[in-house]
């Protein structure tokens, strides 16, 4: 039975009553609910564990500390955490954009916790080097931090319809908008600091677990240059190129995001 402090600091759900557990993971701004669009395709088969990390939906924001989660590795510690209290093993990990980094750092450090990890939009860095693309000059990044730090509310509205794609869907882009809203503000803007400059190309090879990313055909947060890199850097990892655009296939495009999935999770039983 996972004990009350964690379940209250990270407002865990757990639905279903089969066997294997499959964890589901949120990206910067979001929450539990942006895997609203998928999850009825799994209850029937898995037991799905939700959850949002500390700061973000309906999580416990007193238990917030800017002093752990200045660093991944304090998001990291929430997934270990979770997985602690609830006992879980043989895991089905599925992250979102910087999650998909947190699952692999956890499963690199608890790798006894862990079966497979499916990565939806992922990026080990962000910024560009002389040798990598990663989709961003360093001066962009500040550029938009500033603009979060002047009028966070404004940044919502401005980016989430750029990050979801899909501009003939608007109604998409307003759902990310109203998630990117209801997000602490401060606690948002330490989120994406960590998220942006963060560099996790070194740990990719540490990996020695299953793993699937799942690549959007146009993604301006995690370009094809990203998940190529990935998917190389990975051993054993499956690379599926969606017809998706955009960054959050999970939402925009659900059926063909459920279908990779199932595809991946029947081939590796």
């Not at 669009?37 to 029937?44: C, E, M, R, S, Y």
């Not at 209290?85 to 790798?111: C, N, Q």
């Not at 990044?141 to 919502?156: K, P, R, V």
């Amino acid at each position: 039975m996972i004990d009350t402090l964690s379940s209250k600091r990270n407002n865990v759900k757990i639905i279903g009553e089969a066997k294997q557990v499959m964890l589901f993971a949120h990206g910067f701004g979001c929450d539990q609910r942006a895997w609203n669009f998928i999850k009825d395709a799994f209850v029937a088969d898995y037991k799905l564990v939700l959850f949002d990390y500390t700061g973000s939906g309906q999580s416990d924001i007193s238990q917030y500390s800017h002093e752990k989660y200045n660093s991944l590795d304090g998001y990291v510690q929430d997934v270990l955490d979770i997985c602690e209290a609830l006992e879980l093993t043989d895991i089905i990990f599925i992250g979102h954009s910087v999650s998909s980094m947190i699952g692999l750092l956890a499963a690199i450090r608890k790798p006894e916790y862990f079966s497979r990890l499916i990565f939806i939009g992922p990026s080990p860095r962000y910024i560009n080097t002389a040798d990598y693309k990663g989709g961003f000059e360093k001066q962009d990044l500040e550029n938009l931090f500033d603009f979060m730090d002047n009028n966070y509310l404004g940044w919502s509205s401005a980016m989430a319809p750029t990050i979801m794609g899909n501009p003939d869907r608007p109604e998409l882009g307003e759902f990310l908008t109203d998630s990117f809203c209801s997000t602490n503000p401060d606690i948002a803007r330490d989120f994406a600091r960590v998220t942006f400059f963060s560099d996790n190309r070194a740990d990719l090879s540490k990996l020695k677990i299953k793993s699937l990313t799942l690549q959007c055909s146009e993604d301006i947060i995690a370009p094809l240059a990203v998940g190529n890199y990935v998917h190389e850097n990975i051993s054993g990892n499956e690379f599926v190129l969606l017809n998706a655009t955009g960054h959050c296939p999970h939402i925009s495009e659900p059926a063909e995001t459920i279908a990779a999935i199932k595809k991946f999770l029947n081939n590796n039983g």
